[in-house]
């Protein structure tokens, strides 16, 4: 289990308060260049304790040797990043931290926020008419503003059935309200 994923687990922040009474801080988290590790899929992350308490915890994304320094050199610093860029470095406040990749959902759901201020945001179930599925060698006929969300493996969520590569009994059928269009649902699955 990588650190970051301990972190975002139920038990991560017991183990955060239970360093903190023995007088250890997180304050930094920082994401390795991708490859770094070149036989290997993993990517490092590096995390820093301190017996210091910062007011914030500082994350970032490294890339390349020079922007890797500049992150380095302001940690040491002190310097309490201003952006709200993983590459330049960034501050959360809060101190959550559940993993590099929640945190880009975050950011990412935050400027659309800004961007689209005038939509409204739905859970899923919300918008949903009916949500089906179906037994082994069966196979699902489309209905209107539906989407289809796999159960297994790495397909990607579809409002197109016949683009469907894997059986259809492992998929979800999730018929949409008329408030959300399908098209737009399945980008919002996408993967960054």
């Known amino acids: 289990m990588t650190t970051t994923t301990a972190l975002g ?6 183990f955060q308060k239970a360093l903190a009474n023995e007088g250890f801080y997180l304050n930094g988290v920082f994401n390795a260049p991708p490859k770094l590790l070149t036989r290997s ?12 308490d910062r007011s914030s915890l500082f994350v970032a994304e490294l890339g390349d040797e020079s922007q ?10 002190g310097d ?3 952006s709200n860029s993983l590459y330049e470095g ?9 993993g590099f990749e929640s945190l880009k959902a975050r950011l990412q759901i935050d400027r659309l926020k800004t961007q689209y201020n005038d939509y409204k945001s739905f859970a899923l179930g ?3 008419l009916e949500i089906n599925s179906v ?4 196979s699902f006929e489309h209905k209107d503003n ?6 297994v493996g790495t397909s990607l969520v579809t409002d197109n059935l016949s683009s469907v590569t894997i059986k259809h009994h492992n998929l979800i059928q999730v018929v949409l309200s008329d408030a959300v269009n399908s098209q737009y649902a399945t980008a919002s699955f996408a993967p960054s």
């Open 9 to 14: 687990i139920s038990e991560g922040p017991r």
């Open 41 to 52: 899929a993993i990517r490092p992350v590096i995390v820093a304790f301190s017996r210091q």
């Open 68 to 77: 890797a320094v500049e992150i380095a050199q302001a940690f040491s610093r």
């Open 80 to 82: 309490e990043p201003e």
């Open 90 to 98: 960034m501050s959360l406040a809060d101190g959550r931290f559940d």
């Open 126 to 128: 919300e918008v949903s």
């Open 135 to 138: 037994r082994s060698r069966e």
């Open 146 to 151: 539906s989407i289809y969300v796999p159960t």
